[in-house]
């Protein structure tokens, strides 16, 4: 029984699926069809407005093109008027502004040559005249600068020189060597800091010290003793130089006070002058606006005649070259015409014997195409509305059903509160004060269908008895009551019925009630059936609902699955890529080791010393050397040759003989010499030397300091080098 019930639930839910899936599928298709039907009436009413609107913009612009015709044309013959008249006056003004502006140019440049030459010889006076003044007085300034920077100069010099000679003879004291007659440093020991040890050593040493501005002092007197008149002579020659002083002092103040004074008529005229140059600076501008306000006057009525001369034959020019233009036009329009027609003769024909046969096969092709692209969309078109149909219809009855199983439950359904066919047809025949229904309501509800529903099987007496039958004490009868008599009404009159649409037994005898007699009443018969209907379709739409969210669940169940597959992927793919990059990452330093390694083994040179034996590597662009091998090449890597350098002795190396410090470039075969080139070119440069045969000396490209000897040829390539430098290159050699 278990298994059983399991496999009747299992079909169930299969059927039950199979059916969602089914109506889930014609909503759909249902759906997509409105939605697809809609679209079209609205593409429709679409293309019907944007044509409308076509054509009233259509008709809004023929007929403003048609007025602004009118207007240009309008606007043009009062322009040809216009111009006519204008033309007229102006053939009879021409000659006079020709006349006046002739007059008026010989008037203007001969005021402008007289005015012109009156500013250039003003101008040259005040030049001249300021230049002499500044001349002046930068020679009066310049001549009491340097006398008095002299007179300056010299008190300062001479005090200087009395102050220092002075100060030094009473500072300075030397110490003076009896034995000796000349001044030497005094050089005491260390050791001796005692004054008492340096006085002994002093006297031992003859040592004397002497100060010379008491010596000079001494020296004085003993002059005034032995020459009585010489005190005078001093007093006198004292007398005189502070005279002269005293009249230097006072001429430097009179040439001070003298300077201040001039400095303040100097002041007073500037102050003169500033005041006055904005007045004539302001009386030369209203001048010269004056004179510019004139002129403007004077020419405005000749660039009035110019600017309307300008503009008449500005205008008489563009006609013509429109006139022109517009013949131009039409000739060249005849002429393409012409050709044209010409070459349309030409390709008619090339047409009508090589392109319209297989334009009609492409044509009729296409035609077949078509008609079978037609056919197929006709077909497409078909079996999508019998689709519809088929939905609609499939639709139809999935709703139905949903109302029966409605209906069968709300019969079975214990309150009269729930929602349901037979409590809205209940509520709608019971009393409202008591919600109770008593015979005469019931017998009405029954009454009301009669002849359909009372037969020779059924009557009225019947529903009395079974009125009776389900009544309560009360003498009335409740919900419950009412669809017991309903599903005993139905047992009776329809008692051969067994199955109504998907319904069986008892369902399908109150469906029958329902559909063929409670909904078809007048009056709630109606509201009842839209009522029916609508639960019907709240039912539709949370089945789908349901079916909706089941379905969402499946695919988000399944897109999760995918999701972490597809993560498990990526992680697995993510640890093999950065296992390969760890695997490149090597393998890349690897090949730059290598790389770096290679580039060095170019870049470095190894070389034996030829003392020792000894390696040291040298770098060729920074001619750095070390003797220890460079950290690059590692334990197991090296320059691939050692080069051999010579000893000194044995170096290829020959110097000028003439300068003996360049290298050697030439050797001259007269003379059987060595020079170098600047040496050679001195030497030999006139005379006979002039006619020696000379050998240009070839340096080696490898060490460039010893002279070439072979000559080497690889690949179209040569190259010079030295023995040494050719074994060093060719090891193999």
Not at 235 to 250: N, P, Q, S, T, V
Not at 345 to 350: C, I, Y
Not at 508 to 535: C, I
Not at 605 to 631: C, E, F, Q
Request: glycine share 4%.
């Amino acid at each position: 029984l278990a298994r059983n019930e399991g496999n009747r639930r299992a079909r169930v839910k299969a059927r039950r699926d199979r059916a969602a899936r089914v109506i889930q599928k014609n909503y759909r298709r249902h759906a997509a069809a409105m939605k697809s039907y809609v679209g079209g009436q609205l593409e429709l009413l679409r293309a019907k407005e944007e044509l409308r609107a076509r054509r009233e913009r259509r008709k809004r612009e023929r007929l403003r093109r048609e007025g602004a015709a009118a207007q240009i044309e309008r606007t043009f013959r009062g322009h040809k008027i216009r111009r006519g008249r204008y033309l007229l006056s102006l053939m009879y003004r021409k000659n006079h502004a020709r006349t006046i502006q002739a007059w008026w140019r010989r008037k203007l440049y001969h005021a402008c040559i007289v005015r012109t030459a009156a500013r250039l010889k003003e101008r040259r006076r005040m030049e001249d005249a300021m230049a002499t003044k500044l001349q002046a007085c930068y020679r009066g300034h310049a001549a009491y600068a340097r006398l008095e920077l002299r007179l300056v100069g010299l008190e300062k010099a001479r005090r200087l020189r009395s102050l220092k000679k002075e100060e030094f003879l009473a500072k300075k004291q030397f110490v003076i060597n009896m034995r000796k007659f000349w001044r030497e440093p005094r050089k005491i020991p260390k050791k001796i800091k005692e004054p008492a040890a340096r006085e002994e050593f002093d006297k031992k040493h003859n040592y004397v010290s002497v100060n010379l501005s008491k010596m000079k002092a001494q020296l004085r007197d003993d002059l005034i003793k032995r020459t009585p008149g010489r005190k005078a002579k001093e007093e006198i020659a004292a007398l005189m130089i502070e005279k002269h002083f005293r009249g230097f002092r006072h001429r430097k103040r009179v040439r001070l006070l003298r300077t201040r004074h001039r400095s303040g008529i100097r002041n007073a005229k500037r102050q003169r002058y500033a005041v006055a140059a904005p007045t004539i600076q302001r009386v030369y501008r209203g001048y010269r606006g004056r004179v510019r306000a004139t002129k403007k006057r004077m020419h405005g009525l000749a660039v009035t005649i110019q600017k309307q001369y300008r503009g008449r034959r500005g205008r008489r020019d563009a006609a013509t070259y429109r006139t022109r233009r517009n013949a131009a036009t039409k000739m060249q329009a005849m002429v393409r015409m012409f050709v044209r027609k010409r070459s349309y003769v030409v390709l008619a024909e090339h047409h009508r014997l090589y392109e319209a046969p297989a334009i009609k096969v492409q044509s009729a092709l296409r035609m077949v195409r078509c008609e079978r692209r037609v056919a197929a969309l006709r077909a497409h078109l078909r079996r999508e509305q019998e689709g519809v149909a088929l939905a609609e219809g499939r639709m139809s009855y999935l709703k139905l059903r949903a109302m029966d199983k409605l209906a069968v439950r709300s019969a079975k359904a214990k309150s009269v509160d729930d929602r349901g066919v037979f409590q809205y047809i209940y509520k709608k025949t019971a009393s409202e004060k008591d919600s109770l229904m008593d015979n005469r309501r019931f017998t009405r509800v029954l009454l009301l269908q009669a002849p359909k529903l009372y037969d020779k099987y059924f009557s009225s007496n019947d529903a009395d008895v079974i009125y009776s039958k389900h009544k309560t004490p009360e003498n009335a009868m409740d919900y419950g009551g009412f669809c017991a008599a309903l599903k005993q009404v139905a047992a009776e009159r329809y008692e051969d019925a067994y199955r109504y649409r998907a319904s069986k037994g008892m369902d399908a005898r109150l469906l029958h009630l329902l559909h063929d007699h409670l909904l078809k009443t007048p009056g709630w018969g109606k509201k009842a059936r839209k009522y029916l209907s609508k639960l019907g379709d709240e039912y539709m739409k949370k089945m789908a609902t349901r079916i909706q969210g089941r379905y969402r669940t499946y695919v988000v169940r399944k897109n999760l699955q995918d999701y972490q597959r597809h993560a498990e992927a990526w992680r697995r793919q993510k640890a093999v890529e950065a296992a390969a990059l760890i695997v490149q990452k090597s393998w890349r330093m690897v090949r730059a080791y290598r790389a770096t390694v290679a580039l060095a083994k170019r870049v470095y040179r190894k070389y034996l010393d030829p003392v020792s034996v000894a390696p040291y590597w040298a770098h060729s662009y920074t001619n750095i050397v070390t003797w220890t091998k460079p950290l690059i090449f590692g334990a197991l890597s090296d320059v691939e040759y050692a080069r051999h350098m010579p000893l000194p002795a044995m170096e290829n190396v020959y110097p000028c003989v003439h300068c003996g410090e360049r290298e050697v470039s030439v050797v001259c075969n007269e003379c059987d010499d060595t020079f170098c080139e600047s040496c050679y070119t001195e030497t030999h440069g006139w005379g006979n030397r002039r006619r020696h045969e000379r050998v240009d000396v070839h340096m080696c490209q490898v060490c460039d300091f010893q002279a070439a000897t072979r000559e080497v040829r690889r690949n179209q390539e040569e190259a010079l080098l030295c023995d040494y430098c050719y074994l060093n290159e060719h090891p193999e050699a």
